[in-house]
């Protein structure tokens, strides 16, 4: 340290040790929603992203005791700051091009996960990591107070981990949205640089590189997107595109296909297979007269069936409570007077229940990436069923092939279905194949589905087309063990295979 140089305060260096936890926590769960449109936001994505932050943060601990025994300056820590912030901001304005690359190459999931994640996260990560044994090495007066100065330097890091997470988690992303809230802890970083002695100049530059990343990096993040929001649950990503040659509004929460859409010259018209097959089902009970979804989504569905059937009711169970004003913005969605929306997690909705139903649509399993396992287990079905009418039945839409790779899952789950109720068919999609991934639509009731000819043509074709698959030696989904993500692998790779074709 140069004699002109005073020390830094002490409450400056435990404030930035604070300020840091924070950042570094905000900076892993932001990361979940920086991966999830490209890789999903399962089990797997999560432990390739927290180890990675893990092992980064390690090296920058590493290396920042190592630097801190070398040069005890203010002013490098200061800097180090500085540059945490720009790696955050660059992180910000590359992400997507960064992602875009990787979901192009022809390797495994898990490695494309986990090599993306390197690249992305890495950096700022590993120079967030050197400043907390930087800060100690300042703070640190005599070894006689080490063990003191140390365990309050890790409580407060630590205490700064809590607030940020919960903030992040709660508070932050809902309000600022994944490009914003990275932005934020990039400038917060910066900032701190200035509150230690040293050359200004550097300084000045590294918050100046700070805002000229952030102001091109809207121009780089999501530019197929209408919009891009962040909700308390999930990133939610709205683009039109072309479906069958007519111009179409998807909703999407991960990488592969969509979760709702509407035809914009025509928005009351169903446009997913499976969603209309589960009007079809409505015929198998005929004097219905009140229905469950599980799963909104952009709503299209309960705002096609409020309007179809008035004199029946539908209550709809979502999660995420600003889908409704998402789709009332996005999807032209008017709630039908015989409509009633919970914002509850289904499961939660169904033990608390003392309404019975003539049919309830499963729709909860959003894409082949995002499953809820509570939402599949035997333990689960059994409390729907004593929601469902003795003559009702239950509609699932599954992900995946009836039969070879990609069909695990399936298996699973109707081997699961199979375990609570007596009749379980299950039917593949028009002009397709057991072994191609598909919306697959399982029916479950207590009573044996008859293709009679009284039915509807689009039912009877629907239900000429039930496939069998072999769940003798099938283990059924439980609360204790719901590998949901690991039994979907090769569904997943599949489908990502085959976007890589069409593209």
Same mark, same amino acid.
């Given at each position: 340290?140069?004699?002109?140089?005073?020390?830094?305060?002490?409450?400056?260096?435990?404030?930035?040790?604070?300020?840091?936890?924070?950042?570094?926590?905000?900076?892993?769960?932001?990361?979940?929603?920086?991966?999830?449109?490209?890789?999903?936001?399962?089990?797997?994505?999560?432990?390739?992203?927290?180890?990675?932050?893990?092992?980064? !943060?390690?090296?920058?601990?590493?290396?920042?005791?190592?630097?801190?025994?070398?040069?005890?300056?203010?002013?490098?820590?200061?800097?180090?700051?500085?540059?945490?912030?720009?790696?955050?901001?660059?992180?910000?304005?590359?992400?997507?091009?960064?992602?875009?690359?990787? *979901?192009?190459?022809? !390797?495994?999931?898990?490695?494309?996960?986990?090599?993306?994640?390197?690249?992305?996260?890495?950096?700022?990560?590993?120079?967030?990591?050197?400043?907390?044994?930087?800060?100690?090495?300042?703070?640190?007066?005599?070894?006689?107070?080490?063990?003191?100065?140390?365990?309050?330097?890790?409580?407060?890091?630590?205490?700064?981990?809590?607030? +940020?997470?919960?903030?992040?988690?709660?508070?932050?992303?809902?309000?600022?949205? *994944?490009?914003?809230?990275?932005?934020?802890?990039?400038?917060?970083?910066?900032?701190?640089?200035?509150?230690?002695?040293?050359?200004?100049?550097?300084?000045?530059?590294?918050?100046?590189?700070?805002?000229?990343?952030?102001?091109?990096?809207?121009?780089?993040?999501?530019?197929?997107?209408?919009?891009?929001?962040?909700?308390?649950?999930?990133?939610?990503?709205?683009?039109?595109?072309?479906?069958?040659?007519?111009?179409?509004?998807?909703?999407?929460?991960?990488?592969?296909?969509?979760?709702?859409?509407?035809?914009?010259?025509?928005?009351?018209?169903?446009?997913? +297979?499976?969603?209309?097959?589960?009007?079809?089902?409505?015929?198998?009970?005929?004097?219905?007269?009140?229905?469950?979804?599980?799963?909104?989504?952009?709503? *299209?569905?309960?705002?096609?069936?409020?309007?179809?059937?008035? +004199?029946?009711?539908?209550?709809?169970?979502?999660?995420?409570?600003?889908?409704?004003?998402?789709?009332?913005?996005?999807?032209?969605?008017?709630?039908?007077?015989? *409509?009633?929306?919970?914002?509850?997690?289904?499961?939660?909705?169904?033990?608390?229940?003392?309404?019975?139903?003539?049919?309830?649509?499963?729709?909860?399993?959003?894409?082949?990436?995002?499953?809820?396992?509570?939402?599949?287990?035997?333990?689960?079905?059994?409390?729907?069923?004593?929601?469902?009418?003795?003559?009702?039945?239950?509609?699932?839409?599954?992900?995946?092939?009836?039969?070879?790779?990609?069909?695990?899952?399936?298996?699973?789950?109707?081997?699961?279905?199979?375990?609570?109720?007596?009749?379980?068919?299950?039917?593949?999609?028009?002009?397709?194949?057991?072994?191609?991934?598909?919306?697959?639509?399982?029916?479950?009731?207590?009573?044996?589905?008859?293709?009679?000819?009284?039915?509807?043509?689009?039912?009877?074709?629907?239900?000429?087309?039930?496939?069998?698959?072999?769940?003798?030696?099938?283990?059924?989904?439980?609360?204790?063990?719901?590998?949901?993500?690991?039994?979907?692998?090769?569904?997943?790779?599949?489908?990502?295979?085959?976007?890589?074709?069409?593209?």
């Amino acid at each position: 340290m140069s004699s002109s140089e005073r020390p830094a305060n002490k409450k400056i260096l435990l404030t930035t040790v604070f300020v840091t936890g924070m950042v570094i926590m905000i900076f892993e769960l932001v990361g979940s929603r920086v991966l999830a449109p490209y890789f999903g936001s399962g089990v797997d994505v999560w432990t390739s992203l927290i180890g990675l932050i893990l092992a980064s !943060l390690s090296v920058g601990y590493f290396f920042g005791g190592r630097l801190a025994d070398k040069q005890r300056s203010s002013a490098i820590l200061g800097v180090l700051c500085g540059v945490s912030g720009l790696l955050i901001a660059l992180t910000n304005a590359s992400r997507d091009v960064v992602l875009r690359f990787f *979901t192009g190459l022809t !390797l495994d999931l898990p490695i494309l996960v986990i090599l993306s994640s390197i690249v992305v996260f890495t950096l700022p990560s590993i120079c967030l990591g050197m400043i907390q044994p930087y800060a100690l090495k300042l703070v640190l007066k005599d070894i006689k107070n080490a063990g003191k100065i140390s365990g309050l330097v890790s409580t407060l890091s630590t205490t700064g981990g809590i607030i +940020g997470t919960f903030l992040a988690g709660f508070v932050l992303i809902p309000f600022f949205g *994944t490009s914003n809230l990275l932005l934020t802890i990039a400038f917060a970083m910066s900032l701190l640089s200035f509150l230690y002695r040293g050359k200004h100049l550097l300084k000045i530059i590294l918050i100046s590189a700070v805002v000229i990343v952030s102001s091109i990096s809207s121009s780089l993040i999501s530019v197929e997107s209408i919009a891009d929001i962040d909700t308390e649950y999930s990133r939610v990503i709205i683009y039109d595109r072309e479906i069958d040659g007519r111009p179409t509004r998807v909703m999407t929460f991960g990488p592969f296909g969509f979760q709702s859409g509407i035809y914009l010259d025509n928005p009351n018209e169903l446009v997913a +297979g499976y969603i209309q097959n589960y009007d079809l089902t409505n015929e198998l009970v005929p004097d219905s007269k009140r229905a469950l979804m599980i799963g909104g989504g952009a709503f *299209t569905f309960a705002e096609f069936y409020g309007n179809k059937y008035p +004199g029946k009711h539908m209550d709809v169970v979502e999660i995420d409570s600003d889908l409704a004003t998402i789709s009332s913005d996005y999807f032209d969605f008017v709630q039908p007077a015989n *409509t009633t929306i919970f914002a509850q997690d289904g499961r939660r909705f169904i033990q608390g229940s003392d309404q019975t139903y003539d049919i309830v649509f499963m729709d909860a399993y959003s894409g082949a990436m995002n499953i809820p396992f509570h939402l599949t287990t035997v333990e689960f079905l059994e409390e729907l069923k004593q929601v469902v009418e003795a003559d009702g039945l239950v509609v699932a839409n599954i992900i995946g092939t009836a039969t070879g790779e990609g069909s695990n899952l399936v298996k699973r789950m109707v081997k699961t279905y199979t375990e609570v109720f007596d009749e379980v068919g299950l039917y593949q999609a028009p002009g397709t194949s057991k072994n191609q991934v598909q919306n697959l639509l399982l029916i479950a009731s207590n009573n044996k589905v008859v293709n009679s000819p009284g039915l509807s043509g689009g039912l009877r074709s629907l239900l000429r087309r039930k496939v069998e698959v072999g769940i003798e030696d099938i283990e059924p989904l439980t609360d204790d063990k719901a590998p949901i993500d690991f039994l979907n692998q090769n569904a997943r790779e599949l489908i990502r295979q085959s976007q890589q074709k069409a593209k």
